[in-house]
């Protein structure tokens, strides 16, 4: 408790503190710490949860890590690219169901070029002038990035996956670079993009003590999102046998980064609700105020097998919107329908600030 009420107060805690807070975890504790991170959210966004609609327009992927299910060696598995006016339409009618900020995901696929891309997010931009464009398409090189950024896109997600150079090695195949990675959150960064970075929680081979290291990496990035939600083995990888990662641990760092970051955006991920059937619900009362329903095709989402037995597959979007708003309302939250910025967020130009967000 002493040390949930010093983080709580100074926003920080030593790598040795979070490493023994992180030790001494326990039901107790995690209703504490859900309670102060409940606290924390309010003074910061209220009440309020942000909705995404995630697009997950390719599963194309030239990488091979060994937990994801896009891995280019994952041979069972018929790849798909959503064409631009598929991307346009998906967005199109998002806009209609209240979404205000569109999450383009896909595997590493060179197919989509500097060019395509920044052809669709100004179109979409164009249409949905009141909307947020973010990008989680992975690694790419300086310029790229910025020809991104000057086409329109506001945000980008590129999870770390882990702060620990050994520990990333164990997760990645050795073509893979640590420092790459790393220096591509930096440059999002510099360029103005709001940055969220993440990592799987109880991911092969993860200590506490490589967790410790997370919430300190944390600490000093300070991203403005940051997605975490458990590992969960897919059946077909080099990890398929592996334990999955848990409901409960995800939670209690949630509440942890929540109470650190007060301001920081923080998803309860589709991962949680696939080992919980209340796992969303559970991530919001643990601190989170982010949900990213599905905004695919239905007949797509299949292909997007990141892990076994996702969750929303049949649905189409507008009733994952319905199901999530009636799954919110029991957290005492309610849910937003604006582009949910971080908060020292000041739009394009330094103009306008985050209250005016649309
Ligand atoms: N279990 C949980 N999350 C996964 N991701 C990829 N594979 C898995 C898995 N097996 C996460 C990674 C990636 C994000 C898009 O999905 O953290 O960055
Ligand atoms: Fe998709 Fe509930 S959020 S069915």
Redo the contacts with the bound molecule.
Sequence with gaps: MELLNKLSENGRLSEAEFAELLRSYDETLATEAAAIARIKRKGTYGDRVFLRGLLEFSNYCKND?Y????RKSYRGLSRYRMTKEEIISRTDYGYELGFRTFVL?SGEDAFFSDELLCGMIAEIKDRHPDCAVTL?IGERERESYERLFAAGADRYL??H?SCVKEHYALLHPEEMSFEHRMGCLRMLREIGYQVGC???VG?PFQTTGHLAKELCFLAEFKPDMC?I??????EG?P?EEKK??SVEMTCFLLSLIRIMLPDVLLPA?T?LGTLDPEGREKGIMAGANVLMPNLSPVSLRPLYA??DSKICMGEESAECVECLKRRIEKTGCHIEVSRGDHKHFTHRGGVEPFAGGG
């Design positions: 890590c937990y994801c299910g896009l995901q989680s590129l999870r996956e993440g990592f799987m991911s997605g939600g458990p590992f969960i083995p897919k990888t990890f999955a990662g991920t991962a990141l892990y």
